[in-house]
C-alpha cells in the first residue's frame, strides 16, 4: 500500500506563505505522478496541482498558477507545494495523491492513493 504523509498545514495570515510538503517511500516519484487537491467547508474538492513522475512536467488550477508551485526532491522522497499570497479562499484540507502513470499530469484523473491531509487556515 503506497503511503503518503503530507505536513506543513498551519495558521497563517493573508498574504502569507507556507509550503507543504507530501512524503512517499523511496522509488515512488520515480513511477508515480503525484497532485496537491484541496477540500474547504461545504465545497467540492479541487485540483490544485500536479507533477509528472517521468520528466517532472507540471500542471495547475488555472487560478491558482500565479501563487502555488510544486516541486520535487528526489533525495528526501517529498513533493512540495510552495503557497505565496495566500487569501482567506485558500483555507481548506490539502492532500496530496498519487498514480502509476507515465504520461503529462491531469488533474482531472481518479487518483487512488491518498495522505491524510493538513489543515491551512488563512486568517487574521
Known amino acids: 500500500q503506497l503511503q503518503l504523509v503530507e505536513s506543513g498545514g498551519g495558521l497563517v495570515q493573508p498574504g502569507g506563505s507556507l509550503r507543504l510538503s507530501c512524503a512517499v517511500s523511496?522509488?515512488?516519484?520515480?513511477?508515480?505522478?503525484i497532485a496537491w487537491f484541496r477540500q474547504a467547508p461545504g465545497k467540492a474538492r479541487e485540483g490544485v496541482s500536479c507533477?509528472?513522475?517521468?520528466?517532472?512536467?507540471?500542471s495547475y488550477s488555472d487560478y491558482l498558477k500565479d501563487r502555488f508551485t510544486i516541486s520535487r526532491d528526489f533525495a528526501k522522497n517529498t513533493v512540495y507545494l510552495q503557497m505565496n499570497s495566500l487569501k482567506p479562499e485558500d483555507t481548506a484540507v490539502y492532500y496530496c495523491?498519487?498514480?502509476?502513470?507515465?504520461?503529462?499530469?491531469?488533474?482531472?484523473?481518479?487518483?487512488?492513493?491518498w495522505g491524510q491531509g493538513t489543515q491551512v487556515t488563512v486568517s487574521s
Open positions: 523511496k522509488f515512488v516519484l520515480d513511477y508515480y505522478t
Open positions: 507533477i509528472s513522475s517521468d520528466d517532472g512536467s507540471t
Open positions: 495523491a498519487a498514480e502509476n502513470v507515465h504520461r503529462v499530469c491531469s488533474l482531472d484523473d481518479e487518483y487512488p492513493y
